[in-house]
């Protein structure tokens, strides 16, 4: 007696397994998919690359006619007259993301290792969860905040203030890079010193810091780099100084701020200057990076 016909189809049947496969359509589908991806790639890549690559190019055409020697040994020239240079804003970006990294750097770094060993209850789960909503506040938000705090108590605007504002802004980017890094230590280290009877602070400070150093200052980079560029908290703290000043009790001029200024003005000449002082906190901005890049790549 024959097999019925549904017999002859069952799994592992011959008629089955003789019945040869539709090989050529799918390869060719896999071949033109990875093509139609790659392609896709590539095009995001160029897409998201256009943007900066028109920026910088702005930059140094119409920036790098207004670079020169006098740019940053001159002051700024009297209002209407061309020349000068930005001399003090260039000192007093200085001073100010200095003031900011003093302010940042111990309660950044405390507060991330704070996190990274002693965080695993509610309090590390509450100061974790403020850190992470105070880097997405706004920054203008931060200098109207430090206005009130700062600005109000003393009576009037000072290096201190843009300090304080700058600070506030490392702050979180400090504590939660310096919780990655610390958490990158091996558990055998700590293991290790409180065999040999050290204390759980000791530990911490002869031990873990030492051996998360590289990427403590990778972070210290980033933040640097964070607040190096802002304008909006130094118009409410620092104001700005078109005079040689290096007082932290008083206004001084910053870069961001001077570009901000020379920007809106009737002036050719200091829209030409506002370009240059653009790029060269690109170029400060840039060397950071590189900086963060070097010290990143000595981690791994």
Do not use: C
């Amino acid at each position: 007696m024959s097999p019925a016909p549904s017999d002859a189809l069952t799994l592992g049947s011959p008629a089955l397994a003789l019945r040869p496969l539709p090989a050529g359509r799918p390869a060719f589908v896999r071949r033109f998919s990875n093509l139609l991806l790659i392609v896709a790639s590539g095009a995001s890549a160029l897409i998201v690359m256009t943007p900066l690559v028109l920026i910088i190019g702005e930059l140094l055409v119409r920036g790098l006619p207004g670079m020169s020697l006098g740019f940053f040994v001159h002051m700024p020239a009297p209002v209407g007259e061309p020349g000068g240079g930005m001399a003090n804003a260039i000192v007093g970006t200085g001073i100010l993301v200095g003031l900011g990294l003093v302010l940042a750097l111990p309660i950044g770094v405390g507060t991330g290792v704070y996190l990274a060993e002693h965080g695993n209850g509610p309090l590390g789960s509450t100061v974790r969860y403020l850190a992470d909503v105070l880097s997405g506040v706004p920054s203008i938000v931060i200098g109207v905040a430090t206005y009130g705090l700062v600005v109000v108590t003393l009576g009037h605007f000072s290096a201190l203030a843009g300090g304080v504002a700058l600070g506030l802004l490392m702050i979180p980017t400090l504590a939660r890079s310096t919780e990655e890094v610390v958490r990158l230590v091996p558990a055998s280290y700590r293991q290790a010193a409180l065999a040999l009877g050290a204390p759980k602070w000791k530990v911490t400070q002869a031990v873990v810091l030492p051996a998360a150093r590289a990427g403590i200052v990778t972070a210290t980079l980033l933040a640097l780099a964070r607040a190096a560029g802002e304008t909006a908290p130094l118009l409410f703290t620092a104001l700005g100084n078109r005079f040689w000043s290096t007082a932290i009790e008083r206004p001084i001029g910053s870069l961001p701020v001077m570009i901000y200024d020379y920007a809106r003005a009737p002036y050719a000449d200091w829209n030409r200057q506002a370009w240059a002082g653009a790029l060269v906190l690109l170029i400060l901005v840039t060397v950071v990076s590189a900086l963060l890049r070097l010290t990143a790549r000595r981690i791994r």
